[in-house]
Every structure is written in C-alpha cells, then in structure tokens.
C-alpha cells in the first residue's frame, strides 16, 4: 500500500494557469497533447537543458518553522503562475518554488520537502508522474498553473490552454473547493464549495477538518458530481487523486507541533484561498505523504467509473485502477496517458522523455512492477 501512496500524493500539483498579464514564455509549457505539426513549430525554439539528477533525501526530517525569515509570503505578481494546488501556491509565494510559479523537477522536489516535509520517495515519484503530463522535458521547466496550445491563426501564435492540468489525469472531478471542468472554471476558489467544506467540518468535525471529515465530504463531493455534472469521470488515476487531495489538509496544513490530527478553518483558508502559511507555521514532525487515502475510499466505497452523457448515470469501470491494482495504474498512466500525450515523439524529445520515464519508475520502489516502454526499448 506505502507504493501506492507514493503515486497519489502530488495531487498538489495539478492545477491550470489563472495568471493574467503578459504571455508566458514557450521554454515552460507542457508539450504534452500538441500535433507533430505544433511541435515541429514549438521545439526549434526551446533552449535544450538535458534532465537533471534529482536532489538527495532531506538531512533533518523534523518538524521546524517554515513561515520563517528567509521564506516571507508576497502576493503574486501580474505575470505569476498560480493554480487550484493550494500547496504548491503556498510554496511559491513564500519563496521555496521561483515566486513565479516556473520550476524544475529538482525544484518542486526540494520545496515539497523542505516546506511540507513530503517523504522523499513520493516527493520524487509524484513530481515526474507529474512532469510527464505537463512540464516541458526539452527544458526541463514546469509551471504549476499553464499549459500550451496554439491558437486557430494563421500562422498559428502560442496560447493558454488548460493548464498543469490534463483534465481527468491529476486534475479532475470532484474537487473539495473547484468546480468541475464541465462547469467552465475548475481552477479559482469557489466559495460555495468552501462552505459545504465548513459545513461538513461542523457537522463531522466539531468545527475542524480531519479524517472524519474527508471521508464523509469526499463521498458528497462524488455524489454531487453524479448528480450534476453528465461528464463526471472518477477513473484512474483521478480516482486515486481524489482521495489524496482528501487527506492533504489532515497531512499537510496542520502545524507540526499539534498532534491531534485537527486542522483550524482558519488555517484551511489560507492555504486554499489565501496560499499562505499560517503565521508562525511548522510543518510536520516526520516526513509524510497521502497516508490514509485507502481508508478514506474503504469508509464509503464507490467503484472507479463515470456518467455516460447524463446526470445520476454512472457506471463502474472494470479496466480502471484502484486501490488494489497498483501495478495496473502504473501500467495505464505510462502505455495510455503519456502515450496517449505524446504517441510518436522522436529525436531529443523521446530522449527526454524516456530519461524521464525511467525516474518516474526508478522512485516507484515495485519490485513486481517491471518498467514498461511505451516507444519500445
């Protein structure tokens, strides 16, 4: 189950572009999903930078203050990249990610680290899990919140599309505090959803969030979405992510030095909403990743599956992977989803790509997972 865990827990990552301002440079968007014909426009003007070596373990594990002197929060510029990860914000506004949201594998590995205390081994697996579906491996850059496309011009000009989120992939349905994707925005705060988040931590958790909490709001939000939304798709590995982003608040926002598993709303809301550190906050006494993502799924189980075309339509997907086909899910996200983003890549590009495969299975630590080559060996 620890393999497991190691996969879902950069959910936090996940999230599309919603600066505004001037056009963000081509060298850090996801290539992921463009024709050979918008590569073919794109790559002849990327600065080649071969993938890094990821950074080594933390040498100090315990809980310390991360709201510290050297780290103090700024409101993000016009032209800072900011998503829905309420984590990887808070990272980036108080300085352990570039403050403009454009940052390496080895970046976003050192700041989970350093700032959350993420465990290293799913700091690691999760980030190329991650940078497969939407960094720039020509580069070797990423931003938390944008995604390339081009536009219908002729010629054809960059363009924002989506976002660090493939839709359905890491980002997906379901969310505790974004509106699904059908809806039109699945990326701002939405404040009705934090209040049903409220609601539930009244009801459940005497005025907090804690696991109690996430088990019975995880199962609304998943009912909320059947009954609302005709797209709603709850597969892998987005049903794998829900869960994760369940646990995150429990595992993540709470100070390092409490010990009672029960996370302030006020301090829920300025990770959420404010991507902020509470003032004088600590971060976890030990290193941690989405511990407690089966059990959320076991107290309320629902199948992966999705509607098919109409609301309160959903129907289980027998293909699909869950917490029991771990293997599965690594199998699927490599042959179907980062195939299925880059079908026939050649040149640098497969290079890049395939030393990128080869860490995403490196940190996968499954003896009885064997790697698989989408391209062929």
Excluded at 178 to 203: C, I, K, P, Y
Excluded at 206 to 214: E, H, S
Excluded at 331 to 354: C, H, M, S, W
Aim: hydrophobic share 40%; charged share 15%; with cysteine.
């Amino acid at each position: 189950m620890n393999h497991l865990l190691k996969f879902i827990s950069l959910a936090l990552i996940i999230t599309p572009f919603t600066g505004t301002g001037a056009m963000p440079s081509l060298h850090y968007r996801s290539l992921a999903g463009l024709s050979g014909q918008e590569l073919e426009l794109i790559l002849p003007r990327l600065e080649v930078a071969p993938p890094e070596n990821p950074p080594p373990a933390q040498s100090d594990t315990s809980a310390k203050l991360v709201d510290d002197a050297d780290h103090p929060w700024q409101a993000p510029g016009p032209d800072d990249m900011r998503g829905p990860c309420p984590g990887l914000n808070t990272l980036a506004s108080h300085g352990y990610l570039p403050r403009s949201g454009i940052a390496t594998p080895a970046q976003i590995i050192n700041a989970t680290m350093l700032g959350f205390n993420m465990d290293e081994q799913t700091a690691k697996f999760v980030t190329y899990a991650a940078f497969l579906v939407d960094g720039n491996p020509i580069t070797n850059l990423m931003s938390i919140g944008g995604k390339s496309g081009l536009t219908g011009e002729d010629p054809p000009q960059p363009a924002i599309v989506g976002g660090l989120n493939t839709h359905s992939v890491f980002e997906g349905d379901a969310s505790m505090t974004r509106a699904d994707a059908f809806f039109g925005d699945n990326h701002n705060f939405n404040q009705t959803l934090w209040e049903e988040f409220v609601d539930f931590s009244n009801r459940y958790g005497a005025g907090k969030y804690n696991m109690t909490v996430a088990a019975e709001l995880r199962f609304q939000r998943i009912q909320d979405s059947i009954a609302t939304n005709p797209e709603f798709s709850f597969v892998s590995p987005r049903f794998i992510t829900a869960y994760a982003e369940s646990t995150f608040p429990v595992n993540f926002f709470i100070d390092g030095r409490q010990t009672d598993g029960q996370l302030d709303l006020d301090d829920a809301l300025s990770f959420f909403r404010d991507m902020r550190f509470p003032s004088g906050f600590f971060r976890g006494p030990k290193p941690i990743g989405a511990e407690g993502s089966d059990e959320l799924a076991a107290a309320h189980p629902v199948a992966p599956g999705a509607n098919n075309g109409t609301v309160n339509s959903y129907t289980p997907d027998p293909t699909s992977a869950d917490f029991s086909k771990f293997c599965l899910l690594y199998v699927n996200f490599v042959n179907q989803t980062v195939k299925g983003l880059y079908p026939n890549p050649t040149g640098i590009l497969r290079e890049a790509l395939d030393r990128n495969l080869n860490f995403f299975h490196e940190f996968l630590n499954a003896p009885d997972c064997p790697q698989v080559f989408p391209w062929g060996q």
